[in-house]
T-cell receptor, first 115, second 115 residues
């Protein structure tokens, strides 16, 4: 299994509060990704990172920001959570290390509920 | 931009039945193709992948997929399903260009296997 952890695994929060999700990898992979998974939509890319301090937007980036200060950590922040951001969030990694370089590997996910 | 279509949203089979899940993609260049499986409450796991070579790819747990370039298809098959195959299956495609991969996922097919 890929060495990817996400924290927290479950979170319930209220509308308008800031929320930060963390993804941590031990594989020294260059690329890291944040997806959200919603019924009927599959997985949609929120943001990705191609190196320390190098990030870019995905297809559903509005309302989200990210930071990557170290190779192993990729943070996703909801500045002011809304009910539409209730979802399951998955982190993924790719690009180097002991795992196949051309495949994305996924973390266990974070279930976020915004009331 | 690439896209992926999974035409079957929900499939119900009895144990020992044969399985074929459809996946079609659109992209003008060379692609890498993937099937991921997500068991209830778990993260996505790689089932199999195609990068090049033999278009018939064998994966874990008896699954296989065939890449038919002329039909832009990458259908997943298993000759005899088990109850433990109950899961959601995602087809994914990415341009075969290395580096950062914009992976596009299908919306998923939920497979329910009845004992």
């Amino acid at each position: 299994d890929a060495g990817i952890t996400q924290s927290p695994r479950h979170k319930v929060t209220e509308t308008g509060t800031p929320v930060t999700l963390r993804c941590h990898q031990t594989e020294n992979h260059r690329y890291m990704y944040w997806y959200r998974q919603d019924p009927g939509h599959g997985l949609r890319l929120i943001h990705y990172s191609y190196g320390v301090k190098d990030t870019d937007k995905g297809e559903v980036s509005d309302g989200y920001s990210v930071s990557r200060s170290k190779t192993e950590d990729f943070l996703l922040t909801l500045e002011s959570a809304t009910s539409s951001q209730t979802s399951v969030y998955f982190c993924a990694i790719s690009g180097g290390g002991r795992l196949s370089t051309d495949t994305q590997y996924f973390g266990p996910g974070t279930r976020l509920t915004v009331l | 931009a690439q896209s992926v279509s999974q035409h079957n949203h929900h499939v119900i089979l009895s144990e020992a039945a044969s399985l074929e899940l459809g996946c079609n993609y659109s992209y003008g260049g060379t692609v890498n193709l993937f099937w991921y499986v997500q068991y209830p409450g778990q993260h996505l796991q790689l089932l199999l992948k195609y990068f090049s070579g033999d278009p018939l790819v064998k994966g874990i747990k008896g699954f296989e997929a065939e890449f038919i370039k002329s039909k832009f298809s990458f259908n997943l098959r298993k000759p005899s399903v088990q109850w433990s195959d109950t899961a959601e299956y995602f087809c994914a495609v990415t341009p075969n260009s290395g580096g950062y991969q914009k992976v596009t996922f299908g919306t998923g097919t939920k497979l329910q296997v009845i004992p």
